[in-house]
């Protein structure tokens, strides 16, 4: 079964770090460009942070560049977001999700999702 | 950077009825837009991409239309499962945006 696992939220003090871990299975995660896409409660989906499948090109939403850092570790199947400097506004449930669904054009969608796991900063 | 926008921001309608959803993009996005469903305490779905094809497994009532700015999910008839929020996505460009989404609930 193709699926992927969020580990590593929880409760954090405003200025605070959090790493973000994506554990992935089912599927053969080196060969998968991967994102991050956040949900504040009762809000919208925010994309946050995209890497491809070598590590080598990465980009971020404006709201988290310099903040937080996206990497992966394509021996352990394993999707990261290092998170520093954490607002208020960061509190959210974080996604991690695959770009697994090749368009006719040749973009990819994000075809698998995990469950998320909850940031919450406050003091 | 491109930004979506939805409407209608809810839409009431009752089972069997038709649901048209619109997404509006502030510059032209071709046809590299997906449409997402989510319902409460789940991760969204995939149910649309490239504007009008659906993903694996999607049932034939959802359908999407549209190009460049103006596109369209249409639920031909409300399944009781269908009640959910939507959103649009575009991937024609960074920062891949997300609109901010239509509720579809019950009359």
């Known amino acids: 079964e193709v699926q992927l696992v969020e580990a590593g939220g929880g409760l954090v003090q405003p200025g605070g770090s959090l790493r973000l871990s994506c554990t992935a299975s089912?599927?053969?995660?080196?060969?998968?460009?991967m994102n991050w896409v956040r949900q504040a409660p009762g809000k919208g989906l925010e994309w946050v942070s995209y890497?491809?499948?070598?590590?080598?090109?990465?980009y971020y939403a404006g709201s988290v560049r310099g903040r937080f850092t996206i990497s992966r570790d394509n021996a352990k199947n394993s999707l990261y977001l290092q998170m520093n400097s954490l607002r208020a506004e960061d509190t959210a449930l974080y996604y991690c999700?695959?770009?697994?669904?090749?368009?006719?054009?040749?973009?990819?969608?994000?075809?698998?999702w995990g469950k998320g796991t909850t940031v919450t900063v406050s003091s | 950077e491109v930004v979506l926008t939805q409407s209608p921001a809810t839409l009431s309608l009752s089972p069997g009825e038709r649901a048209t959803l619109s997404c509006r993009a502030s510059q032209s996005v071709s046809s590299y837009l997906a449409w997402y469903q989510q319902k409460p305490g789940q991760a969204p779905r995939l149910l649309i991409y490239d504007a009008s094809n659906r993903a694996t497994g999607i049932p034939a009532r959802f359908s999407g239309s549209g190009s460049g700015t103006d596109f369209t999910l249409t639920i031909s008839s409300l399944e009781p499962e269908d009640f959910a929020v939507y959103y649009c996505?575009?991937?024609?460009?960074?920062?891949?945006?997300f609109g901010p989404g239509t509720k579809v609930d019950i009359k």
């Open positions: 890497i491809s499948s070598s590590g080598r090109t990465i």
């Open positions: 089912g599927f053969t995660f080196s060969s998968y460009e």
């Open positions: 996505q575009q991937r024609y460009n960074w920062p891949p945006a």
């Open positions: 999700a695959r770009d697994g669904l090749r368009g006719f054009t040749g973009y990819y969608y994000m075809d698998v």
